[in-house]
């Protein structure tokens, strides 16, 4: 499975950015996809992950704020950010997970400042 991300970029605080991830290769119809974040020194971590089915969970730090939303028919999931805080910097990886096993893209930075 080959994960292209897309989107990435700087943002002033209080402002909006989408991500979009597709995903290609021996794809299983059955499958999680997701958006991680990872900022230097730390691990990465969960922002929002949506199944085939539509089920979403989030972070806490980003509910409320951000809307993962996905197209089956093209293998590609969106990430709508809002209301973005410089802490949300980080390097933002797209995940596929099926049938045990996951898969990252290559990941696209996210920078917050003014």
């Known amino acids: 499975v080959q994960l292209v991300e897309s989107g990435g970029g700087l943002v002033q605080p209080g402002g909006s950015l989408r991500l979009s991830c597709a995903a290609s290769g021996s794809v299983f119809s059955i499958n999680v996809m997701g958006w991680y974040r990872q900022t230097p020194g730390k691990q990465r971590e969960l922002v929002a992950i949506i199944t085939s089915i539509g089920s979403t969970d989030y972070a806490d730090s980003v509910k409320g704020r951000s809307t993962i939303s996905r197209d089956n028919a093209k293998n590609t999931i969106h990430l709508q950010m809002n209301s973005l805080k410089p802490e949300d910097t980080a390097v933002y990886y797209c995940?596929?997970?099926?049938?045990?096993?996951?898969?990252w893209g290559q990941g696209t930075l996210v920078t917050v400042s003014s």
């Open positions: 995940s596929w997970y099926d049938q045990g096993s996951q898969y």
